[in-house]
């Protein structure tokens, strides 16, 4: 697509329950990469795909969280047992590194999944 | 483990002034430093980025610097207006394939 798009925009779950976020980034992008961002706080990073593998997931707070992208394109956030501590901004963005030469890794991000876990 | 410091107090100016953020890192400098700019409720979006090699670069009312011996950017945007009120965030690129990571963000508001 266009852009990046997250879906849902935006989540209101209980205490306990499993949530899904998922992420659709632009085409041909072959990084993908996934935020979360608190109020007043700058993106922190959880996990980076580079094609269908994580290529760091360094960023995962804990073991209730896990990301896939099975064909590297789509990538689904996982958490399980939610705690209200994860109620935050999802961001998702993807990029296509700039040439052989000069490798940066220029982000685009979509919207966000804002989620609230009651 | 690497820290990534920007003014954690809002910046108020006057409007047709240069607003100035800066970002300061610990241990490695980075190939790219990257600035991006973020409205509420949305997310961040890139505006421009320095090699490690470059003192000085610029983009239209933008212009960044990198000194990787003070392990520090500087963010300039000249006569500032109204729309550019927004956060802005540096960010720390190594290159290749590795992760970006983000400061905590300047709040900017440029008053008419």
């Known amino acids: 697509g266009a852009g990046v798009s997250q879906t849902p925009s935006n989540k209101v779950t209980e205490k306990g329950k499993y949530v899904e976020l998922r992420c659709d980034p632009i085409s041909g992008h072959t990084a993908l990469y996934w935020y979360r961002q608190s109020l007043g706080q700058g993106p922190e990073f959880l996990i980076y795909f580079q094609g269908t593998g994580a290529a760091d997931d360094s960023g995962l707070p804990n073991d209730r969280f896990f990301a896939v992208r099975p064909e590297g394109s789509v990538s689904t956030l996982k958490i399980q047992r939610t705690e209200r501590g994860d109620s935050a901004m999802y961001l998702c963005?993807?990029?296509?590194?700039?040439?052989?030469?000069?490798?940066?890794?220029?982000?685009?991000f979509g919207a966000g999944s804002r989620l609230t876990v009651l | 483990s690497q820290k990534i410091e920007q003014n954690s107090e809002a910046l108020n100016i006057q409007e047709g002034k240069t607003a100035t953020l800066t970002c300061n890192y610990t241990n490695y400098s980075p190939a790219y430093l990257q600035w991006y700019r973020q409205d509420p409720g949305r997310g961040p979006v890139f505006l421009l980025l320095?090699?490690?090699?470059?003192k000085e670069k610029r983009k239209e009312r933008l212009k960044v610097t990198f000194d990787t011996t003070l392990k520090q950017s500087l963010f300039h945007i000249t006569a500032s207006q109204p729309a550019d009120s927004a956060t802005y965030l540096c960010?720390?690129?190594?290159?290749?394939?590795?992760?970006?990571?983000f400061g905590t963000g300047t709040k900017l508001q440029v008053i008419p």
């Open positions: 960010a720390l690129d190594f290159g290749g394939y590795q992760k970006v990571t």
């Open positions: 963005a993807s990029s296509s590194i700039q040439g052989a030469i000069s490798g940066a890794n220029v982000l685009t």
């Open positions: 320095i090699r490690e090699n470059e």
